[in-house]
């Protein structure tokens, strides 16, 4: 898959990027509230491990899975990228360096395949330092999308 020039290349202006971002979030949104529990656990866990919801088990979370906003997910995505919420996520999109802020969800779907996984960002920029690409903070790991 081709890595979409506009973002590469930060030609996109911050609020489509910011649509991005809001397109995502529907479709986590989405997957979180599914009946597949292979679609929604994924999404769960990543609200748990942002401390979107606090209290509350896995297993709860699931079987109330319907109580999950759209907000809920931003405010994931916005924490997962080092903002305390949406709106400061929102801002910051909107700003200087979009294409440095989109979560890894976006970025994914535009740099394909191998994606490498190491865990943690440090050995993540070793590898990026000598076989090239780009990394990202995922979490407690790290990926390198390759360069093409």
């Known amino acids: ?3 979409d020039p506009s973002i590469e290349n930060n030609d996109l202006p911050g609020r489509q990027v910011a649509g991005l971002v809001l397109r995502e979030a529907k479709k986590l949104h989405r997957a979180a509230t599914s009946d597949s529990l292979a679609n929604s ?3 769960l866990r990543r609200l748990l491990s942002t401390q979107v919801f606090h209290g509350i088990s896995l297993p709860e979370l699931s079987r109330r ?5 759209r907000k809920h997910v931003l405010r994931a995505l916005a924490i997962e990228a ?3 919420g949406w709106k400061e996520y929102r801002d910051a999109l909107v700003g200087k360096e979009p294409k440095a802020l989109l979560p890894f969800d976006v970025l994914r ?3 394909g395949y191998p994606n490498l996984w190491f865990s943690s960002p440090e050995e993540a920029e070793s590898h990026a330092a000598e076989h090239g ?7 407690q790991q790290a990926v390198v999308f390759p360069e093409r």
Do not use: E, N, Y
Request: hydrophobic content about 40%; charged content about 15%.
């Open 1 to 3: 898959m081709q890595i």
């Open 41 to 43: 656990l994924p999404v």
């Open 65 to 69: 899975r319907g109580d999950v906003q």
């Open 82 to 84: 080092g903002f305390p």
């Open 109 to 111: 779907s535009r740099f």
């Open 133 to 139: 690409g780009r990394t990202m903070q995922v979490g």
